[in-house]
């Protein structure tokens, strides 16, 4: 790629079969991502590269390394360096636990909105139905998808 800016580092996190996987090949635009799509659980990390055009009209690769939920415990490992950071919560099939995560997130959001010099943005995408995948494309490369 010419004229090519630097790659932005990207972390995506998340419980086991929380959807990492399926929403990072959707913004892949890879084939065949709809309800029948299962993944492989992710044993260790895995890295995807995402071709935008940023808004000064220079190539940009989007640097996603997404870690397995059974690595929790080392999530702080990979923090180095990191620029953006996707944490992917599944929703709940009760209503209850749903509604005490979305408290919990909440209330995390606002203490790290108090906390932090530049505030988390919270969005909410499903990469099944395509409801804010484009509103979070736009937030993590502020631009257009190109071809490699």
Known sequence: MDDLEKKIPVLCVGPKGSGKTTLLKKLQEAEGIDYTYSPVPTIGTNIYDI????????????????????????????????????LVLSKMDAAYRQMRNEALLMLQHSRLCSELANAPALLEASPLTNIGIDALRAFLGDARKVDA
């Open 51 to 86: 071709n935008y055009v940023n808004k000064q009209g220079k190539k940009q690769v989007l640097s996603i390394r997404e870690i397995g939920g059974e690595m929790v415990t080392l999530w702080n490992n990979y923090l180095e360096g990191v620029e953006k950071f996707i």
